[in-house]
């Protein structure tokens, strides 16, 4: 089973937006883990795209509070199996027509290197490259527009540069609209996500209470991931945040 993941979408002080990585089968029994003795929460759930919108009074619940029940809730629907939860949510991941577009990259430069190149050949292979790094732009853009309403700025630059292949047709352009665009995405890593293991007590009047326990999350999605994985994983364990939540 996919991992589950809760995603912050956005937060403000009386309201949260979720996005579920899975479905959400009993929404009654959901809300009630969330609700427990805040009578002012409620909660709007979008099926089609998998969003949560809980609003609350910050006076009767915390938003922490309101962001590890719904851990909770997700975790105890699926059989209290852990929970990624992304707080500072920025899209990581890289397309595959991003990463086919890459290597097309590399395997023009890796022939321009060659002694004996065609000249028409590399012209070709340049072509081609040009056309899967723009078409890995569009869709970089549409998915970007799905997710957000609109798409980040640094494809404008890009879609510049290819106006400078055209006149020069180098490779470099090419590799320079590539990294424009999905640069960022390889160098952000995952620090900020939590693995949340849910608990789950039972009191002497059969009322359930969980405890939650917050870990740093130490999945390995990208580049910078790995590095900060290889180098600095000591220091991250002796700064660790590690933390116990007791709900009702």
Known sequence: ?????????????????????????????FFETIKVGAKSTALRYNKTINTLLITFEPEEITIDEVIYRTATALSVEHGMTSVKLVEDFEEKSIDSL????????????????GKSKIEK?????????????????MEHAYMETQRKGFF?????PALYLLRSYMANRSVT????????????HLVLNNVS?????????????????????????KTIENVSDLIDHIFFSKRSDEDSDDKYIALK
């Open 1 to 29: 089973m996919k991992k589950l993941t809760l995603t912050v979408l956005h937060k403000l002080p009386n309201r949260v937006r979720f996005k579920v990585s899975h479905e959400i089968i009993d929404t009654k029994k």
């Open 98 to 113: 991003s990463v086919y577009s890459g290597a097309a990259i590399l395997l023009s430069f890796l022939y321009g290197l």
């Open 121 to 137: 050949l590399q012209l070709d292979i340049n072509n081609f490259t040009a056309g899967l790094t723009t078409a890995a732009i």
């Open 152 to 156: 980040d700025i640094e494809i404008l």
């Open 173 to 184: 352009a090419i590799a320079l609209m590539w990294l424009t665009t999905f640069g960022r």
């Open 193 to 217: 996500n939590k693995e949340v293991r849910i608990y789950r007590l039972k009191a002497e009047n059969g009322k359930f209470h969980y405890v939650v326990d917050v870990k740093n999350d």
